[in-house]
């Protein structure tokens, strides 16, 4: 059994477990503490699995993979069905593309190591950390929010009536959305796909409440 | 012909252009002025073509994609030679992964927009923003030589003796540490691996100061 080194609120770990449960994976969930005693993902024994002290890292016997996105591909490869990609290579673009959106162009510039630096580094106050926050994810949903109401492929889902590797990104940063209280108004799409893939099993058992080491 | 909507110094509009000369592809390059007039890519024409407001933009016919790395993988998928990514499933994660250890978690913490954010939002000085980027470069680069030391695949180039995904991330992130003075003496895998790209004439030419844009 693959074993998924994870912490119950990280986004990127949320994505895989996504995928792992969309395509029916069993997996052992290694719990990793992002904040207790500054941060087990920065000591030395997660450094040895993946030096870049960032989960989400996958294991499965000799295999190592870390970042989320090179994971969720790995599995596609290996595990083909469910698809989480489509298959005609511009519809894959595209679902790619939305997938960036999302974990290139919002969840790293509100990453829990960049918050820590604006607050230690560079003194900026807690209203002011929170603003930044919201900033970026209402940048990347206002986006977001265009493209869905213009896509030739719309659906329950982010592309389409099946979820794809877009969904896997999208519900984890709704979620961050959420708990940052961002309203979600202008955004009547992704709410709703958000709203549909919360209706599936896949998505709730991956969700951080449902975690062994959710708090 | 298709067109490439890019920069001459976005990195990400960069990585594009190695792996289209990688492939021996074709295109004419729109060129979009990210500083220019409060920036080209913020204004209606350019935002018809992508929503988010970032370059690049890659036009081939009725095909528009989006995000560099979307970019990427379908020029792979519909011109699979020469392959960007290896072909055993462990591998082509290996090389993903390390390719959005750039393209996730350094490039988008540093860029304009961002780098614009701390400066008018958050008032912080011009030393404290250049610190602020040489940071992520330096925090991502230490990770990345730490792989390249362990790494089964060592070769010439990020992953064995062939260009990937990976080299089309790291050089423009070469390009980016050089302009901002980052000391690469900790760095001497990944300069070395630049050094050896630059000799090639697909990453020659793909290089900013020799876009018909560049300044």
Same mark, same amino acid.
């Given at each position: 059994m693959s074993t998924l080194y994870s912490y119950f609120r990280s986004s990127a770990a949320y994505r895989v477990r996504i995928a792992l449960n969309l395509k029916g994976l069993d997996y052992d969930t290694a719990p990793i503490h992002l904040v207790r005693d500054g941060g087990e993902q920065l000591k030395p024994a997660y450094r040895a699995l +993946? =030096? +870049?002290?960032?989960?989400?890292t996958f294991i499965d016997g000799e295999v190592n993979i870390h970042q989320s996105l090179a994971i969720i591909e790995y599995l596609e490869e290996v595990h083909?069905?469910?698809?989480?990609?489509?298959? *005609?290579p511009v519809a894959r673009a595209q679902v790619r593309a939305l997938a960036l959106d999302i974990?290139? *162009?919002?969840?790293p510039i509100d990453n829990l190591r960049v918050l820590r630096y604006l607050k230690? *580094?560079?003194? =900026?106050?807690e209203a002011q950390k929170n603003a930044w926050y919201v900033h970026w994810i209402v940048e990347g949903f206002t986006a977001l929010e265009a493209r869905l109401a213009v @896509?030739?492929? @719309?659906?329950?889902f982010v592309f389409g009536d099946t979820p794809t590797l877009a969904d896997c990104c999208l519900v984890p940063q709704v979620y961050n959305a959420n708990r940052f209280k961002v309203d979600m108004t202008p955004f009547p799409r992704i709410a709703a796909i958000d709203a549909h893939c919360q209706t599936l099993d896949a998505f709730r058992r991956a969700a951080p409440e449902a975690q062994p080491d959710a708090e």
């Open positions: +993946n =030096v +870049n002290g960032l989960v989400p083909p069905t469910p698809a989480l990609l489509p298959a *005609d974990a290139a *162009d919002i969840h230690h *580094d560079l003194g =900026v106050s @896509q030739s492929s @719309q659906g329950r």
